[in-house]
């Protein structure tokens, strides 16, 4: 059984930084693609950030420069360190993988999320 559990979400002043950590129990994890996408109340789910099994990575536009995605494949961790964090930045924060990541077709296996609050 397939299982990602989401950490490191809080309350944050605009201009911080939080790291989100997500642990996957989940066969081939190296191989895999895996993401962030996050949605805001009232709005539609946005792909953040995901990273190949190469470990190159893109991002979405409104968090280039300001976010990194990583993994430890060893450890079958995700991370997405935020930096410079802006109120419009608020969310839950879903970990993703096991498909392409696309922006229109997330992988199959999601975790719970975590929720991130950026004050002003």
């Known amino acids: 059984q397939v299982r990602l559990v989401e950490s490191g979400g809080g309350v944050v002043q605009a201009g911080g930084s939080l790291r989100l950590s997500c642990a996957a129990s989940?066969?081939?994890?190296?191989?895999?693609?895996v993401g962030w996408y996050r949605q805001a109340p009232g709005k539609e789910r946005e792909l953040v950030a995901r990273m190949y099994s190469s470990s190159s990575a893109n991002y979405a536009d409104s968090v280039t420069g300001r976010f990194t995605i990583s993994r430890d494949n060893a450890e079958k961790m995700v991370y997405l360190q935020m930096n410079s964090l802006k109120p419009e930045d608020t969310a839950v924060y879903y970990c993703?993988?096991?498909?392409?990541?696309?922006?229109?077709?997330?992988?199959?296996?999601w975790g719970q999320g975590t929720q991130v609050t950026v004050s002003s």
């Open positions: 989940v066969n081939a994890f190296s191989f895999l693609t």
């Open positions: 993703n993988m096991g498909g392409q990541l696309s922006s229109k077709t997330p992988g199959v296996y």
